[in-house]
């Protein structure tokens, strides 16, 4: 019976560890060395006494230690919190302040997930990564107490050197504090220019080592994201106790600055209150998918803000499809501009409403720890919806706010020539990393998430680094272009 415990104990830690609580790594071996002992004292006092009672008992053991040990060394989600949907993301307060056992606890937690599962850790450590690794980690034993802000800012000037965007860790507090402005100016269609003075320009290569990018535009988002909040500024070095002067340039060219101090800094309740909006008057989310038919200029348009794949998106799509075929639609656009990312089959799905029997998707490697498995896909079959299959012309928007699977959709598109690519080049690379494990670091509560995977694009004769538009233009004109394309055909 105690064998029986130890050995389910032992195969238990696998989910438990991915969908309920942290199980320590030494957990393993101690289960692991009490099976193993349990089974000694089984077989040697004669417990059991068949042969094929052995047998079986010894197999039975050796399975639930292997599953032990493969799910901790090879499992990618082993202790990541991407199944805990009782772990909140947010982490302590950026002032909080951690002692230097604590920081270099942390530190050494995300250098451990980053080499067991990072496909560039595979068979060497990156000379660049490690070398920052133990230029941080010499500045931590010198100090005697590290806030979370400069541990998180330490830590992103080591993982930033990889140029992988989808890797990376950041303090998200419970409740930030937004620049009560912002809304204004980007609703009237002015964009910041400066801070204090200092041009983007000037503040992207500032801080470049404090984020994860593949495209200097999605640094570019990043950075103006963070400076838009009270936390955001605190991670990117500039105190608002003084004030803060922002610039911002109008449509026409012209500028204006206008400084604001802490308490010019709302929770979002206060900044939807002094803006005059909520997220609808029912208090009901707007959809990720929907969209319109414009029969009169020949085009629908699928708006689709996060790449969901379920049945609501499933149903949309036969919907507005049927919707095509019923008013003989010949355009078809997909409007991605906000759309960051989620599960790459929402692109599958709508291309089998395409006249196309296979296409290519690219390949990818995935890392299992101490495995590497290559997942190559010399070309997808099209299981086409034979009775809704359109023909006319496919269009795909994009800003550099279309992330991972958003940018593989228009990728998919692009490399397999099935329409045309609208707007700015998205936000990463189609060869690059992703597929995402997700952490938290033990004493800052840190969010912190790692690729897994080595993608490669569909068509790989494509020298390019990115999935270049087929009609660039700024992600607010997208749409016009979109309409001016189509009149013109």
């Not at 105690?2 to 195969?11: E, G, T």
């Not at 969908?19 to 099976?35: A, C, G, K, N």
């Not at 050796?62 to 090879?74: E, F, K, M, P, S």
Request: hydrophobic share 40%; with cysteine; net charge negative.
């Amino acid at each position: 019976m105690a064998l029986l415990v130890s050995l389910l104990c032992a195969i238990m830690t696998v989910p438990a560890s991915v969908f309920w609580i942290q199980v320590p790594d030494v957990m393993t071996v101690i289960l692991t060395v009490i099976s193993i002992a349990l089974l000694v004292g089984c077989l040697l006092t004669g417990t059991v006494k068949s042969i094929c009672g052995k047998v079986l008992v010894s197999a039975f053991t050796t399975l639930a230690i292997l599953i032990a040990v493969l799910g901790q060394y090879c499992n990618p989600y082993w202790n990541s919190i991407y199944f805990k949907t009782h772990v909140s993301y947010c982490s302590k307060p950026m002032d909080a302040m951690l002692s230097k056992k604590e920081a270099v606890e942390d530190l050494e937690y995300a250098m451990h997930y980053l080499n067991k599962l990072h496909p560039m850790f595979y068979k060497e450590q990156p000379v660049e990564v490690m070398t920052r690794y133990y230029e941080v980690l010499t500045e931590l034993d010198s100090a005697e107490t590290v806030s979370v802000c400069e541990l998180n800012r330490k830590i992103q000037y080591i993982f930033s050197v990889m140029g992988d965007g989808h890797t990376y860790v950041k303090a998200v507090m419970e409740e930030p504090h937004y620049m009560k402005d912002i809304y204004k100016f980007n609703q009237a269609g002015c964009k910041l220019v400066a801070i204090n003075g200092t041009e983007l320009d000037e503040m992207l290569e500032q801080t470049k080592d404090l984020y994860s990018f593949e495209v200097e535009s999605w640094q570019l988002g990043l950075v103006k994201q963070d400076l838009s909040s009270l936390e955001g500024l605190q991670f990117v070095g500039i105190s608002a106790e003084d004030g803060v002067e922002y610039t911002f340039e109008a449509a026409d060219g012209t500028r204006e600055s206008h400084t604001y101090y802490e308490e010019d800094f709302l929770t979002y309740e206060e900044y939807e209150k002094y803006n005059g909006f909520d997220e609808s008057e029912d208090g009901s989310e707007e959809p990720f998918v929907q969209y319109i038919i414009d029969k009169e200029s020949n085009v629908a348009i699928l708006t689709l803000d996060s790449c969901t794949y379920n049945k609501e998106y499933i149903d949309t799509l036969k919907e507005m499809f049927a919707e095509v075929k019923k008013q003989q639609i010949g355009n078809v656009a997909v409007d991605l501009r906000n759309n960051g990312g989620g599960n790459s089959f929402v692109a599958n799905e709508f291309i089998k409403y395409l006249d196309i029997d296979s296409y290519q998707t690219g390949s990818c490697i995935w890392r299992f720890g101490i495995f590497m498995i290559p997942l190559e896909t010399p070309e997808t079959i099209n299981a086409k919806y034979e009775d809704l299959v359109f023909d006319g012309n496919v269009y795909v928007l994009t800003s550099v706010d279309s992330f991972s699977s958003s940018m593989l959709f228009a990728d998919y598109i692009k490399d397999n020539q099935l329409g045309t690519i609208i707007g700015e080049a998205p936000g990463n690379t189609p060869n690059g990393y992703g597929d995402i494990a997700v952490f938290k670091l033990p004493n800052s509560a840190m969010f912190m998430q790692i690729s897994t995977k080595q993608f490669f694009r569909a068509d790989k004769e494509n020298p390019s680094d990115l999935v270049d538009p087929d009609m660039p233009c700024d992600r607010d004109e997208a749409m016009d272009v979109l309409y001016e394309t189509i009149a013109g055909k």
